[in-house]
């Protein structure tokens, strides 16, 4: 694997161009915006994301996604939304089947609730597929700051493979094959976030937000567990690792979105503030649906979905997770 297109060039996408530079030959990021692309390829920075961060004198940018094709290595940094179509149109490219695909959001699909890699694995079929998770926050990536991942596949070779490529001296990585695990884990603490922003920003204090992360922790056991994933893998780095850099990062979109909420702004003020993709919004309404139909008691994700699509007020949501009828801890 000496050169990498990642696809994407926001935030996640520079960050992932910058860690991997020194390790391969190129790297190319491949976007939509023609001032970014511009600026990447003469000025070498993101005028848009981490756009105090100089860029490698080998990463450059295109608009043109045929320019994947010729990398061994595909990393997807696209919002999870538009993960299916672009897949869709690089398959249509003729995609050589011994390109190895790596997903990098976190999500899973509205309309069919389907992990990322599930999606990659429908469209490309013949490729080796894997995904990176944990506690990655772009700005720290990119400017390095210690960090740990995670790389999932089923594939025992290919994760081993991966992790080299994603080992430097201040970025570590570990492999599992469960992906399923990894995913969901990577999905769900996005609405965990948006429910601590808002107990912060409702000022409940630590003692309500360190609860509400721990009871958080248990939902997403329950629910991961229940969609496939293994438990030991929850309390791993794509598990509880990522839940607590979501819910307490000042980078986190997912957090400043629930923050906002909770300082009594609507959902569009919160995410047009962002300019840029908060994840756990539309996931919520995946996430959701995916616990109605496993039968998961998931009261936490519950809150959020009745704050952001059924108009219930920050205040009251909480009041009603707190007063909720006494239940054993472990149960």
Do not use: W
């Not at 094709?69 to 990393?75: D, K, Q, R, T, Y």
């Not at 960090?147 to 080299?164: E, K």
């Not at 791993?236 to 923050?259: A, K, P």
């Amino acid at each position: 694997m000496n050169s990498v297109a990642i696809l994407g060039s926001g935030s996640f996408g520079t960050a992932l161009a910058m860690l991997l530079a020194p390790k391969v030959r190129e790297v190319v990021l491949i976007g939509r915006d023609p001032e970014t692309i511009e600026s990447i390829n003469h000025q070498h920075r993101n005028p848009h994301y981490l756009s105090t961060v100089a860029l490698a004198d080998n990463i450059r940018a295109t608009s043109d996604l045929a320019a994947a094709l010729s990398h061994p290595l595909i990393a997807f940094a696209v919002p999870t939304s538009a993960t299916r179509a672009i897949a869709a149109q690089l398959a249509s490219l003729g995609l050589a089947p011994d390109r190895v695909l790596l997903s990098c959001a976190k999500g899973i699909e509205k309309t069919t609730g389907e992990r990322m890699s599930q999606i990659l694995q429908e469209i490309f079929p013949q490729n080796p597929i894997a995904a990176l998770s944990g506690p990655n926050h772009a700005e720290e990536i990119a400017t390095g700051l210690a960090t740990c991942a995670v790389i999932g596949s089923d594939d025992h070779d290919l994760a081993v493979r991966l992790q080299d490529l994603f080992t430097l001296p201040h970025f570590r990585s570990y492999t599992s094959d469960d992906l399923a695990g990894i995913e969901f884990g990577g999905a769900v603490k996005n609405v965990y976030a948006i429910a601590a922003g808002m107990a912060h920003g409702l000022g409940l204090g630590d003692n309500a937000v360190a609860a509400l992360v721990t009871r958080a922790l248990a939902e997403m056991t329950r629910l991961g567990t229940a969609l496939g994933g293994r438990m030991e893998t929850f309390s791993g780095l794509s598990g509880v690792g990522d839940l607590i850099v979501t819910c307490f990062s000042e980078h986190s979109r997912n957090h400043r979105v629930g923050l906002a909420l909770g300082q009594g702004r609507t959902l569009e003020e919160a995410v047009a503030s962002l300019g840029m993709v908060a994840e756990g919004v539309p996931n919520t309404l995946s996430i959701h649906d995916a616990a109605r139909k496993a039968g998961v008691r998931t009261p936490i994700i519950d809150a959020v979905y009745s704050i952001l699509y059924q108009g219930k007020p920050a205040p009251r949501a909480m009041h009603e997770l707190l007063t909720r009828d006494p239940r054993p801890e472990h149960s």
